[in-house]
């Protein structure tokens, strides 16, 4: 039985040339993302141990200074 | 400085930039962080945090302490680039949606993001009201904000959120006045060196996620300089009261912020009122300095208690 209003199949495993750009530029952004995550965390790690150790060095500074 | 970025994920190249020149310009070793991290070939992977579920019979109390573990689990960011830009005057509709990107690219935030975070785990606890707490503390010579989501549970308050301090943030409904939980946090930041100076209560906020009000942020505007101790006390319980009442909490469509503030549940309150709203005077960015006030800290390269 032919497909109504004469359309034609098309051939199977034949993506549209657009539709596989944008599959492509959507995983690029995706490893982007998770890259970028990566670096966060690894950054804030630095950033964090940073901050603690200015907030101890301060809390000692003002207990010593209380005595 | 405080960075925002506004273009979305991934992070576009200038704001990605920026971030790393900060970080050079404010870590010790400067430039040297951003060249062990980035490019780097062993970073440990990061596991994407499971948003909590809860059974049914899963009681309000568990499911909170649930909710703070996955938002502490996101880590507190000091990168000094806050990742996603939230606009306070949206509707809650568009700022859950926001949430729910946080919950899937889950990248470490700041407080403001919390409290929106914090707001969207607790939408489906509907005998749970949820309020935003704002705070304004003074510390050597500059100001400082902060906000967490307070929560009321069977009459006991607690609070969500997240913050440099371990005390600023979560606290268990175990208070039985919306005074001791703000008593609690004032004493939290004296333990920090911080100075309470305006506490800015929200009403309380719809659980509907689609729904198009905005947040109330600031209901009830209390200026700890302008209110003796007993006062401060009163307009708080005074605030509890509004929200046990509901005023303002209306089933028709939503009011803009400015007419909900003629409307006010004491009548008392247009008296010599101890709070001030919006004053545009009193509006200056975090960290900004004023004439030092108080007793001379410890130098610590300028070492500033953020919280």
Redesign the interface.
């Known amino acids: 039985m032919e497909p109504s209003g004469g359309r034609r199949e098309k051939p199977k495993g034949k993506e549209p040339p657009a539709r596989l750009e944008k599959a492509k530029q959507k995983s690029a952004?995706q490893e982007?993302?998770q890259r970028?995550?990566?670096?966060?965390?690894?950054?804030?790690r630095?950033?964090?141990e940073?901050?603690q150790q200015?907030?101890d060095?301060?809390c000692k500074?003002?207990q010593e200074?209380g005595e | 400085p405080f960075f925002v970025n506004r273009g979305g994920l991934p992070v576009d190249e200038p704001t990605w930039e920026r971030m790393w020149r900060h970080v050079g310009r404010i870590h010790p070793e400067g430039e040297r962080v951003a060249r062990r991290i980035r490019g780097a070939a062993d970073l440990p992977k990061i596991p994407i945090p499971s948003v909590p579920a809860f059974q049914p019979s899963t009681p309000i109390p568990e499911r909170l302490e649930a909710v703070q573990r996955y938002i502490r689990e996101l880590q507190y960011n000091h990168t000094g680039t806050q990742f996603f830009e939230i606009k306070k005057s949206r509707p809650l509709t568009g700022l859950m949606d926001l949430a729910k990107e946080m919950t899937k690219e889950a990248l470490p935030i700041k407080c403001l993001e919390a409290v929106i975070l914090g707001i969207y785990l607790t939408n489906n606890m509907t005998t749970l009201d949820r309020f935003p707490i704002s705070f304004k503390t003074h510390f050597s010579g500059n100001y400082f904000r902060h906000i967490v989501l307070g929560v009321n549970f069977g009459g006991r308050y607690g609070a969500l959120g997240i913050s440099r301090r371990e005390e600023l943030m979560y606290k268990a409904p175990v208070f039985r006045t919306l005074s001791e939980l703000i008593f609690d946090f004032e004493e939290a930041y004296r333990r920090c060196w911080h100075t309470l100076k305006k506490v800015k209560l929200g009403h309380c906020v719809s659980h509907d996620p689609h729904s198009v009000e905005q947040i109330e942020w600031k209901h009830s505007i209390l200026d700890l300089d302008k209110l003796s101790r007993e006062d401060f006390r009163k307009e708080l319980e005074r605030h509890a009261r509004d929200m046990r009442l509901k005023i303002g909490k209306g089933t028709g469509p939503p009011s803009p912020t400015k007419d909900r503030k003629k409307d006010v549940s004491s009548p008392q309150r247009g008296q010599a009122s101890p709070h001030r709203r919006n004053s545009r005077g009193d509006r200056r960015p975090s960290g900004e300095k004023k004439p030092a006030d108080s007793k001379a800290m410890p130098d610590l390269n300028g070492y500033q208690i953020r919280v």
């Open positions: 952004q982007l993302k970028q995550r990566a670096e966060i965390y690894a950054l804030n630095v950033m964090t940073l901050e200015q907030f060095s301060f500074q003002m200074s």
